[in-house]
């Protein structure tokens, strides 16, 4: 069974920074990309970034792309997004998740397992 926790959610002023991690347990890290998701207060979920086994491949939402950047250690079964610039609009609860496949993907049905969700809140 797969565990996976995240941390490092808060309340941060607008153009201020946060570092989400999230520690995998119970499955074979290296072998599944993993994704962040969001979902904003009264919204769907939404796709945010994610990344392949080795680290070197990433997508992100256009939202984000050039603010938030993900990264894994596949040694500490972690993956990481930090964010910078943020806005409020970034305001959500975060989830991280781990692929059901071996393929990347932004469709949360890609995704098999999920973390609790850390809540990010960022105001103005």
């Known amino acids: 069974q797969v565990q996976l926790v995240e941390s490092g959610g808060g309340l941060v002023q607008t153009g201020g920074s946060l570092r989400l991690s999230c520690a995998a347990s119970?499955?074979?890290?290296?072998?599944?990309?993993m994704g962040w998701f969001r979902q904003p207060p009264g919204k769907e979920r939404e796709f945010v970034a994610n990344i392949n086994l080795s680290g070197l491949g990433t997508t992100y939402a256009d939202s984000v792309k050039g603010r938030f950047t993900i990264s894994r250690d596949n040694a500490k079964n972690t993956v990481y997004l930090q964010m910078n610039s943020l806005k409020p609009e970034d305001t959500a609860v975060y989830y991280c998740a781990m692929s059901s496949t071996a393929l990347r993907s932004p469709s949360p049905r890609m995704y098999n397992s999920w973390g609790q969700g850390t809540q990010v809140t960022v105001s103005s």
């Open positions: 119970g499955r074979t890290f290296s072998n599944y990309p």
